[in-house]
């Protein structure tokens, strides 16, 4: 088999890479959302991997894993590579987690980082009200993460809340940080303990909390929270967009405190996550499958946290339904260090009527069922899909 070509379309607010191969078997993939600019990268790989085994999935990502990087600039190589897997399981007949060893348990947890309801403002009580909405989310989530501190609105509307210049932020672009105030600090502390009384020991609570903290104000707020038995806080000193890891000054905080430490989502390919895990710098680790090169990328990586008793909860909040799919697949296949997977939700909603073979629920009691059609074992409706390609896009299916 032989790949032919390789086609990006902006689907909704995704852009989906398609592989064509010799033998009328496609492979999909999705780069996560908002970035529509990510399409010129995708098809600049092209001229590197038309001729190749799509089914040697290896040996096509020598070709082109050094032409990504840090997120967003990991994307367009991942998505290439759960095509090939895409692929590789169509071809074999087989879902994608037999290739990768085979799964190991039947259903994945998921955590809710993407069903969300409107806040009303920062405070406390809106915090404990948001929160028991997302309890009683119809998806019955066994964890669920909330934004707070620099991930959140707090830097911008509760007055006073840091020493720091407040800047807009969207998307990457932005980013806040600097040294909180006390009452900014004890602001935060109060929104969590108010989500916490309304979660009980019933529902764990994760925290994207920036990138942005002081080393000293995360260490004070990791400090601060330890009686209340959080599942992790994510991102307090890098994530999100920053081109860089910093696994010395988490190592500090990591040591200062019992409350598990998180990061990951912008990083590309294991080399990076070396000194994170080497060292004891984190207590979580949370790979995005769209940004860190793939999904055999992501195992290697939770590989070898879990040697070093590290945990792993992969991001993917803006991956939507095939990057979903492929967290489906490897998720199953990953050793028992696996928490949950960011369940990531189809935007528009009418991505749920352009693919075939998710289940109806998807989300039961907090956990995906584990799929077996072959390949990552979703398929596009083309009739459908075709409805909402972009006029350049018309002929992505063709
Ligand atoms: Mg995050």
Redesign the pocket.
């Known amino acids: 088999m032989r790949i032919t070509d390789v086609k990006c379309a902006v689907i909704g607010q995704n852009p989906v890479v398609r592989v064509v191969t010799d033998q009328g078997i496609s492979g999909y993939g999705e780069v996560e959302a908002y970035k529509p600019y990510l399409k010129p990268h995708v098809l600049h790989l092209k001229q590197a991997i038309v001729g190749e085994d799509p089914t040697d999935v290896e040996r096509v990502m020598l070709r082109i894993r050094r032409r990504g990087s840090f997120k967003p600039w990991g994307s367009a190589v991942s998505a290439i590579e759960m095509a090939l897997w895409d692929i590789a399981g169509k071809a074999a007949g087989v879902p994608v987690y037999k290739l990768l060893g085979g799964k190991i348990r039947d259903r994945v947890r998921v955590y809710n ?1 993407s069903v969300r309801f409107p806040m009303a403002g920062q405070s406390p009580d809106h915090y404990a009200e948001n929160m028991q909405k997302m309890k009683e989310a119809k998806e019955g989530f066994t964890i669920i ?1 909330q934004g707070v501190g620099f ?1 959140s609105a707090m830097p911008a509307r509760v007055p006073g809340f840091s020493y720091g210049e407040v800047r807009p932020q969207t998307h990457g672009f932005g980013g806040n940080r600097g040294l909180l105030t006390e009452r900014g600090l004890k602001h935060v502390i109060a929104c969590v303990e108010a989500m916490k009384d309304v979660l009980g020991d019933e529902v764990g609570l994760a925290l ?1 909390c920036g990138p942005g903290w002081t080393k000293a104000d995360a260490i004070r707020f990791a400090r601060a929270v330890e009686p209340l038995n959080l599942l992790w806080l ?2 307090l000193l890098t ?2 967009y920053t081109p860089y890891v910093d696994a010395d000054v988490y190592r500090d905080l990591s040591m200062s405190t019992s409350t598990p430490i998180h990061t990951g ?1 912008q990083i590309y390919l294991r080399q990076n996550f070396k000194e994170l895990i080497e060292r004891q710098a984190v207590g979580v680790v ?1 790979p995005d499958p769209c940004d860190v090169g793939g999904i055999a990328e992501l195992k290697w990586v939770a590989e070898y946290a879990d040697l070093h008793s590290i945990l792993m909860a992969p ?1 993917g ?1 803006g991956d939507g339904v095939l990057g979903m799919a492929a967290l489906v697949q490897v998720c199953a296949a990953l050793p028992e260090n696996y928490i949950a997977f960011e369940y990531p939700t189809g935007n528009p909603a009418w991505w749920y009527d352009i693919v075939d073979g998710l289940p109806d629920p998807i989300v039961k009691g907090g956990f995906i069922d584990v799929w077996h059609q072959p390949g990552m074992g979703i398929d596009f409706n083309v009739k459908a899909a075709k409805q909402h390609l972009n006029e350049e896009d018309r002929d992505f299916f063709d």
């Open positions: 980082g993460k991930h994207d994510e991102d994530g999100d989502e949370g991001h909040t």
